[in-house]
Nanobody, 120 residues
Framework: VQLQASGGGLAQPGGSLRLSCVAS????????MGWYRQAPGKERELVAS???????NYADSVKGRFTISRDNAKNTVYLQMSSLKPDDTAVYYCNADVKVTVWRTFQTYWGQGTQVTVSS
């Protein structure tokens, strides 16, 4: 299973970016898909997650500004980021809890990370 993230880049404060992450490979089903971020000198933290049936969870710091969505048919998760702040600058990683066959348990896979920089 591979996760490919895209959509990072440079944005001005108050601007927007949209991240995408596609899971590919041998996939029976995916439960939770999410986004984490890691700023220099800080630990990786959860940004947002979404279960297959649509239950979402957001970090307090992004509530009201970021929206996570999924296309289950495409094994893809999105993160729409608006009202960006310099504190949002970090490498953003997607992850997914994947069951590769009906007999296997869920395993967590990670994407390679995409840089988001918010600066004027």
């Amino acid at each position: 299973v591979q996760l490919q993230a895209s959509g990072g880049g440079l944005a001005q404060p108050g601007g927007s970016l949209r991240l995408s992450c596609v899971a590919s490979g041998t996939i029976f089903t995916i439960n939770v898909m999410g986004w984490y971020r890691q700023a220099p000198g800080k630990e990786r933290e959860l940004v947002a997650s979404r279960t297959r049936d649509g239950t979402t969870n957001y970090a307090d710091s992004v509530k009201g500004r970021f929206t996570i969505s999924r296309d289950n048919a495409k094994n893809t998760v999105y993160l729409q980021m608006s009202s960006l702040k310099p504190d949002d600058t970090a490498v953003y990683y997607c992850n997914a809890d994947v069951k590769v066959t009906v007999w296997r348990t869920f395993q967590t896979y990670w994407g390679q990370g995409t840089q988001v920089t918010v600066s004027s």
